[in-house]
Nanobody, 126 residues
Framework: QVQLVESGGGLAQAGGSLRLSCAAS????????MGWFRQAPGKEREFVAG????????YYADSVKDRFTISRDNAQNTGYLQMNSLKPEDTAVYYC???????????????????WGRGTQVTVSS
């Protein structure tokens, strides 16, 4: 059972940057694809970015493409989401997630992820 803990959220101004981290409790994390999702008040959870187990492929929601970058450091059992050019509409609770199947690519669909963190709040002021 992998436990995930997000950190790095907070308050940023529009146009600013934040870097989220996702620390995994177990080394098996390095075999799993991971993703970042977000949920704004009154809205459904949505996909933000995903990365394969070895970091070889990454993909993004259209709304964050060219602004956000997902990465991972498997030696540290940690994933990251670098968020630049932040917009007020990026305000949400951000969750990291990991797939439970080893050596899979990532997924755009939340139901394909088995492990979830508790989330970190990101608030972007205009």
């Amino acid at each position: 059972q992998v436990q995930l803990v997000e950190s790095g959220g907070g308050l940023a101004q529009a146009g600013g940057s934040l870097r989220l981290s996702c620390a995994a409790s177990d080394y098996t994390f390095r075999r799993y694809a991971m993703g970042w999702f977000r949920q704004a008040p009154g809205k459904e959870r949505e996909f933000v970015a995903g990365i394969s187990w070895n970091g070889g492929s990454a993909y993004y929601a259209d709304s964050v493409k060219d602004r956000f970058t997902i990465s991972r450091d498997n030696a540290q059992n940690t994933g990251y989401l670098q968020m630049n050019s932040l917009k007020p509409e990026d305000t949400a609770v951000y969750y990291c997630a990991a797939r439970g199947q080893e050596y899979y690519s990532g997924s755009y669909y939340s139901y394909e992820y088995d492990y979830w963190g508790r989330g970190t709040q990101v608030t972007v002021s205009s």
